[in-house]
């Protein structure tokens, strides 16, 4: 794109110190401590395929894939014309009002790409309202089906479904430490999924069978008649990478359908090819759930965007004619926004031309065998992963003084990180935890290059913490 000739110069760029003043006196981050003052960030100034660089110029292979989701790495030309010519073409329509190709199109391109009969999109902007949407319509679906008091939301600890107030309410994360205010009493959470957290000796069969149970019991306890829902991650993302035990969401699949309980899965990190396919849930997990909620990937994080995907069979269930006047209240300004929606539609086209979900099917293995290499590590105490997501947990090995595993517990993963941005590798730090979701473009050689680098800042911080 050429710049338009009588468009005024743009501002001149800002040294990094003033802008990470500005950053600091102005803008509240997510997630923003209040309580202790946070270090200067980083100054993210420019990206390309699976590096960002920082004000200085330095550059780093992002291994977190910006926050899960930039799934076609950064700065593709043909994104930023896709985008570009819908702004030209509309920029913007009413979803009240009208309808639009993009929106549209994308709608039918995602209930293509979705299993079974999850035929019915309703667009939103991220992860969290797609969560929110989700929920919203699961009450109004029990309302409208004359059961106003099957109402509760089973989820689980560690899940992680967004920021809004409801989507945080089924949040699992750290919520014991939550200073916020959550809808306590919408919301029942089952314990830890965790296999590591397993007892020795408990195979994983057994394990699969008492986390199973652990649902089977809030259903008895709790009543299937107030049970409105189980929204579950595939894989817990945020909460640690967590593959559930085999078989597992299968037989919870089954439960919830034997209860006329909704089964909601949360593909806001596993959906657009994380794990080698449009979504996990029937591809890798054998499940076909009522619900999808999607966002990140769906447009490689150029936009936002987000997107709940319901069965056929739930609006037949609730769309009789004489209920004709009963309004899905809920809705966004930027609902099946056309701009962003043009954006999913690039992005699906660009992994489909450049068959990246077969990309990352071939190039897995290895990142799951570099992966689990890193577990020699004495101070190591779980690797896990599936497809393109990963995690290494600092172990809090029993036999260590309660200081050094206070300290490997709270700052293993932001020690890991600093070592690992000193050698040119982005890893998110999660307390005790280091995750990675690397853009799905990145090839073998670096992966190669990312694990060299983790295995040499792991081996570092090993010699300063243990
Ligand atoms: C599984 C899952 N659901 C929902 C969300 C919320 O998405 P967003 O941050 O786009 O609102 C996230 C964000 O990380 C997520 O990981």
């Given at each position: ?8 110069p743009?501002a001149p760029p800002?040294d990094?110190?003033?802008?990470s003043a500005?950053?600091a ?7 923003e401590?209040?309580?202790t003052?946070?270090?200067d960030?980083t100054?993210?100034a420019k990206?390309?395929g699976?590096?960002?660089?920082d004000a200085e110029?330095q550059?780093?292979m992002?291994g ?10 950064y700065g593709?030309?043909?994104?930023a014309e ?6 030209m073409t509309l920029?913007?329509n009413s979803?009240w009002s009208?309808?639009s190709e993009p ?8 209930a293509?790409?979705?299993?079974g009969d999850?035929n019915?999109?309703?667009?939103s902007t991220?992860?969290s309202s ?15 089906r ?7 939301f089973?989820?689980r600890e560690?899940g992680?479904h967004?920021s ?8 699992g994360?750290?919520?014991?430490k939550n200073?916020?205010d959550?809808?306590q009493?919408l919301?029942?959470?089952?314990p830890d999924i965790?296999?590591y957290?397993r ?5 994983e069969?057994d394990?699969?069978d008492?986390?199973?149970e652990?649902?089977?019991r809030?259903?008895?306890v709790?009543?299937?008649?107030a049970i409105a829902?189980?929204?579950a991650?595939p ?11 085999a078989d597992y969401?299968?037989r919870c699949?089954e439960?919830?359908?034997e209860h006329d309980i ?5 593909e ?12 996990a849930s029937?591809s890798?997990?054998?499940?076909v759930?009522?619900i999808i909620t999607?966002a ?6 150029y936009?936002?965007l987000?997107?709940?995907?319901i ?6 269930e609730?769309s009789?004619e004489?209920?004709?006047?009963v ?5 966004y ?10 954006g999913?539609?690039?992005?699906i086209?660009i992994?489909?031309r450049?068959?990246l ?5 071939q190039v897995a293995p290895l990142?799951?065998?570099r992966l689990?290499d ?9 690797v ?14 029993p036999?260590l ?5 206070f ?8 020690r890991?990180?600093a070592a690992?941005?000193a050698?040119?590798?982005?890893v998110r ?5 280091c995750v990675f979701?690397?853009?799905?473009i ?14 040499d800042?792991?081996s ?7």
């Amino acid at each position: 794109m050429t710049p338009d000739p009588n468009s005024p110069p743009a501002a001149p760029p800002q040294d990094p110190q003033t802008i990470s003043a500005w950053d600091a006196a102005h803008v509240i981050h997510p997630w923003e401590s209040m309580g202790t003052e946070m270090p200067d960030r980083t100054i993210a100034a420019k990206a390309e395929g699976i590096h960002l660089y920082d004000a200085e110029g330095q550059r780093f292979m992002d291994g977190p894939g910006g926050m899960w989701c930039v799934q076609i790495g950064y700065g593709r030309r043909e994104m930023a014309e896709a985008i570009a010519d819908q702004v030209m073409t509309l920029t913007y329509n009413s979803p009240w009002s009208f309808a639009s190709e993009p929106s549209a199109r994308l709608a039918r391109k995602l209930a293509q790409l979705a299993p079974g009969d999850l035929n019915s999109v309703f667009f939103s902007t991220c992860g969290s309202s797609a969560v929110d949407t989700a929920l919203r319509f699961v009450q109004f679906y029990n309302n409208l089906r004359g059961r106003p008091e099957k109402k509760l939301f089973l989820a689980r600890e560690k899940g992680y479904h967004g920021s809004t107030y409801l989507a945080a309410s089924v949040t699992g994360k750290d919520r014991w430490k939550n200073p916020m205010d959550i809808e306590q009493r919408l919301v029942r959470f089952l314990p830890d999924i965790n296999p590591y957290h397993r007892a020795p000796e408990q195979g994983e069969a057994d394990w699969c069978d008492e986390k199973v149970e652990d649902l089977a019991r809030a259903i008895r306890v709790e009543g299937p008649d107030a049970i409105a829902a189980f929204i579950a991650e595939p894989v817990i993302a945020s909460g640690g990478v967590i593959v559930p035990p085999a078989d597992y969401l299968r037989r919870c699949r089954e439960l919830c359908r034997e209860h006329d309980i909704l089964f909601i899965s949360d593909e806001v990190v596993t959906g657009f090819g994380r794990l080698g396919h449009w979504f996990a849930s029937e591809s890798v997990f054998g499940i076909v759930p009522d619900i999808i909620t999607c966002a990140k990937g769906l447009t490689s994080g150029y936009l936002p965007l987000g997107a709940t995907i319901i069965s056929d069979r739930l609006l037949s269930e609730i769309s009789k004619e004489d209920r004709a006047e009963v309004l899905f209240k809920n809705g966004y300004t930027y609902s099946g926004h056309p701009v962003c929606c043009a954006g999913a539609l690039k992005n699906i086209e660009i992994m489909e031309r450049e068959r990246l979900l077969e990309h990352v099917r071939q190039v897995a293995p290895l990142f799951q065998s570099r992966l689990r290499d890193l577990g020699r590590h004495d101070i190591v105490g779980d690797v896990r992963g599936m497809g393109l997501l990963g995690c290494v947990e600092g172990t809090a090995r029993p036999d260590l003084p309660e200081a050094r595993r206070f300290d490997i517990d709270q700052h293993f993963g932001e020690r890991v990180d600093a070592a690992c941005e000193a050698r040119g590798l982005i890893v998110r730090p999660l307390l005790n935890m280091c995750v990675f979701s690397p853009p799905l473009i990145i090839t073998k050689t670096q992966i190669n290059e990312m694990f060299d680098i983790l295995d040499d800042a792991i081996s570092e911080v090993q010699a300063e913490m243990l």
